[in-house]
């Protein structure tokens, strides 16, 4: 197999495929094939030899591993998956020492159903024990669920589970796998892994997993607590407003992305247009919560869809509501309007008690017009209003963090071949992007993130050109997350900025994979 194949390797979270000596993970293996080989002093697994000795179960000596120079062997893997919160403990034990330099081998466990959480939790990969055993007992996989058959449907249950394993492979290099997990989770045990490792363990989650995906499929209550919109979330609750946005107009969301592109906000805003300039717009939703306007062309929030039927679970509206007061709380605003359909009025206690409250069918001509009217009296001669320029700047700071705004004082606006761009004496400083809702950076800019080590990459001594791969990765901040904007160093060289495409833990522990997208390289 050529280089260029083997060097395909994607990570999503803490789960890794790819290619390695010739073999696709996450992989089945076969126990009657030469990838299983038993004789009296050892076991060859995948062609790398383990003495064989007795292991005792957990509960007589503890959890244990069988180490070898690719892979981490979990034997008591039926031990475990009956007590889902201690696997899990276990495994994120297991990451925490080897991070992304192992394989994880967990012995005795190919229920197909199981597969695409364990592989989410970082399992890379299984063995058919389990398969042959429930074919035995004449049980056959469908995409249902299990059924009773009058014949041992060993082969076609292998296939079964080798067609989850592509799924999982094409999913994780596509960005897809929360979907796919939560598509899958047939069995009420997925379910709880899935739900014990979203819950228990966010912050190990919320590290790794990508900054984006191409999109996010929001059709079970499970995605309420997905790493990506719970980060998001908690960093809405921080979040600070543009500065001289005074005066905050709560609204629905809307099907189409962006929600200004919808025709409910189009309506809405067409008859209040002469009033924008001194409102913070903030659009309430599930699963994300709350949406400022200017955070609308980003991520999540422009990548979510949601079946829109009316109605909200309780888990969903508790969530709002948590979230409206904490960001109320994090933020001063002279006056809150809210203009919200009659599915939205559980709002009203996570407002202060001076809101106004215009509450009906939003696209309705006589609402609208009470709208305008609360604004026009809201509105004085004395009120501010805020610019494009306060809206990027609190962009920056959400994108990267408080520590980016004493370089924002003194930029400026520009807008050049239909792109806006920021800049300080002349030089470009950052550059926007619509359609991710991010700004890029920029040499210019590339210095403030290697001056104070942020979302900054070391790699060996060579000019970047289309990709930095991970074997060439010396280090990276902890900060750095899949499609996180990135800059490269040497030293004190500033050698390149891109795009990430794994969290910093995998590009320092892995040798094969492409670990950043170089967008520009520093010349020497």
């Given at each position: ?43 060859e ?32 893997g ?23 330099k ?16 364990l ?7 299984f ?36 067609s ?6 094409l999913?994780t ?9 939560e ?8 379910l ?21 995906t ?30 001289h ?34 409102l ?88 609208i ?37 004493p370089?924002?004082s ?27 809702g ?24 060579f000019?970047?050109?289309?990709s ?36 910093s833990?995998a ?15 520093v010349?020497?």
């Amino acid at each position: 197999m050529s280089e260029k194949i083997n060097d395909k390797q994607y990570v999503m979270g803490f789960t890794w495929t790819g290619y390695r000596n010739g073999r696709r993970f996450p992989l089945l293996i076969n126990t009657f094939s030469n990838d299983y080989k038993n004789d009296k002093d050892s076991i060859e697994i995948l062609g790398e030899k383990f003495s064989r000795k007795i292991y005792y179960p957990s509960f007589l000596g503890g959890e244990k591993v069988i180490e070898g120079n690719e892979m981490v062997i979990i034997y008591n893997g039926l031990e475990l998956i009956q007590r889902p919160a201690r696997l899990i403990a276990f495994i994120m034990e297991l990451r925490k020492k080897y991070g992304f330099k192992k394989m994880f081998y967990l012995q005795g466990i190919s229920d197909p159903y199981l597969l695409p959480v364990l592989s989410y939790l970082g399992i890379n990969i299984f063995d058919d024990l389990y398969i042959r055993k429930e074919s035995q007992e004449n049980l056959k996989y469908t995409v249902a669920g299990k059924t009773q058959v009058d014949y041992n449907p060993l082969e076609e249950n292998i296939k079964f589970a080798e067609s989850i394993l592509d799924s999982i492979f094409l999913a994780t290099r596509d960005g897809t796998l929360r979907e796919i997990v939560e598509k899958i989770a047939i069995s009420g045990k997925a379910l709880e892994i899935l739900r014990i490792a979203d819950t228990k363990y966010y912050n190990e989650f919320s590290q790794v997993f990508p900054s984006r995906t191409p999109y996010i499929q929001a059709n079970s209550i499970e995605s309420l607590n997905r790493p990506d919109i719970a980060y998001y979330r908690n960093k809405i609750a921080e979040y600070t407003k543009p500065e001289h946005r005074n005066i905050a107009l709560l609204l629905p969301c809307s099907a189409k992305k962006p929600y200004s592109d919808s025709k409910t906000h189009k309506k809405i805003l067409a008859g209040i247009w002469q009033y924008r300039r001194y409102l913070h717009e903030l659009i309430v939703t599930s699963p994300v919560g709350l949406v400022p306007r200017e955070l609308e062309n980003g991520y999540p929030a422009r990548f979510y869809d949601i079946p829109v039927i009316g109605t909200w679970y309780e888990d969903e509206k508790v969530m709002m509501k948590n979230l409206i007061s904490s960001y109320i709380k994090k933020n001063n605003y002279s006056e809150i309007i809210a203009y919200i359909p009659e599915d939205l009025d559980f709002i009203r206690e996570s407002l202060p008690e001076n809101s106004k409250i215009i509450e009906g069918r939003v696209t309705d001509d006589g609402n609208i017009a009470k709208l305008a009217s609360v604004l026009k009296d809201t509105i004085t001669g004395d009120s501010e209003y805020a610019k494009k320029l306060d809206d990027y700047r609190a962009i920056l700071r959400f994108q990267f963090g408080e520590w980016i705004m004493p370089y924002l004082s003194k930029i400026k606006l520009i807008n050049s071949f239909h792109q806006d761009m920021l800049v300080e004496d002349g030089k470009i400083l950052f550059v926007y992007n619509e359609s991710i809702g991010r700004f890029s950076i920029t040499h210019e800019s590339g210095k403030f993130f290697m001056e104070n080590n942020k979302f900054n990459v070391s790699i060996e001594d060579f000019n970047p050109t289309s990709s930095v791969y991970a074997m060439g990765i010396r280090d990276a901040t902890t900060d750095i997350k899949a499609f996180d904007e990135v800059v490269m160093t040497y030293g004190n060289e500033l050698r390149g900025t891109g795009t990430a495409l794994m969290p910093s833990r995998a590009m320092v522990d892995m040798d094969h994979g492409a670990a950043v997208k170089v967008r520009s390289g520093v010349k020497k």
